[in-house]
């Protein structure tokens, strides 16, 4: 196990970011910058032992100020969308900005992906880490409450990338993180990720309108194009879901406990990706809107990459039969989310 650091870059007001590589002895090697603690890169082998970076993301830190669609980023306050840019909560009304049409997205206009995280190292026999912290203040973006987060990225000598995120507040406020991670097993320079089998462990979901707003009712999966119950080909799937699944995915976790949430398997790599975590909802997400954008040595089309955010569910603020996402003063959030990462040989 191993862990350094360098500088990856510096912001326009002129401080440094920093870039961390996090290794273990199964030739597993993830990079995590503290600006947005990103992911930049995982680096894992295939069934003949040929290494390749399974994540869409930029070689510079200009890249991912000027034209980042959430690569890799922690994503916060609030990830995922809340409607009108708006809630109320314990009598006063929270005004957001509308940065998807009429709608809040990822944390706002600078939400958590866009700033700059202290970051800590810390390194044992089976794990390194990457701690995070950042404070965010009363009214940013439009959000009650000074929130202190942690972020903890560790990978360990199981290959897996696991992510456990921590915060207070001195005010009552709503959160939901995740990470913005975008996958694509047969290497993120591969092109469609169509051959990529998955599974999500759930039998519903939270039904959507046309601007991808939860109207508030929790629908079986089963007969519908969005069952994913069992193994499926992505591209047999995204053909009956224009433009491709985006959606929130109701868990089967009814205790709230750490459970396998999906499983991912590119055959002509041979690698596997598990995801467990203990939030009740997952968000599928196939990269519907990525149009070309040139990152790390390729081009970036669209379904080139998918994301699986581990979280509650979107616009729950609002939909009081949602899981609550409250924090009053007191309380501690505490999440964990595992990418486990394998690979099969038939």
Known sequence: MNITEKVFGTLPCGEKVRIFTLSNDSSITVKITNYGGI??????????????????????????????????????????????????LENTEYVLAKNTGNNHLHGGNVGFDKVLWEPK???????????????????????????????????????ELKIQYHATTDKTTVVNLTNHSYFNLAGHDSGKIYNH???????????????????????????????????????????????????????????????????????????????????PGI????????????????????????CLETQHYPDSPNIPDFPSTVLKPGMQYSSQTTYKFAVKHE
Do not use: W
């Open 39 to 88: 992911v930049q890169s995982i680096l894992t082998p295939d069934k003949n032992g040929n290494i390749a970076d399974v994540v869409l993301g930029f070689d510079t830190l200009e890249e991912y100020i000027n034209k980042s669609p959430y690569f890799g980023c922690i994503v916060g306050r609030y990830a995922n969308r809340i409607a009108k840019g708006r809630f109320k």
């Open 121 to 159: 190292i810390s390194q044992s026999k089976d794990s390194v880490s990457l701690e995070l912290t950042y404070l965010s203040k009363d009214g940013e973006e439009g959000y009650p409450g000074n929130l202190l987060c942690k972020v903890i990225y560790t990978l360990t000598c199981d290959d």
């Open 197 to 279: 089998m998955i599974q999500i462990f759930a039998d519903k979901y939270t039904e959507v309108d046309e601007n991808f707003i939860p109207t508030g009712r929790i629908l079986q999966l089963a007969g519908t194009a969005l069952n994913l119950t069992r193994p499926a080909k992505i591209g047999d799937g995204i053909g009956k879901v224009s433009p491709g699944f985006d959606h929130n995915y109701v868990l089967n976790n009814d205790n709230a406990s750490v459970v396998k949430a999906a499983e991912v398997y590119e055959p002509s790599s041979g690698r596997m990706m598990q995801t467990f975590t203990d939030e």
């Open 283 to 306: 968000q599928f997400y196939t990269g519907n809107f990525l149009d070309g954008i040139k990152g790390k040595n390729a081009v970036y089309e669209k379904h080139t990459g998918f």
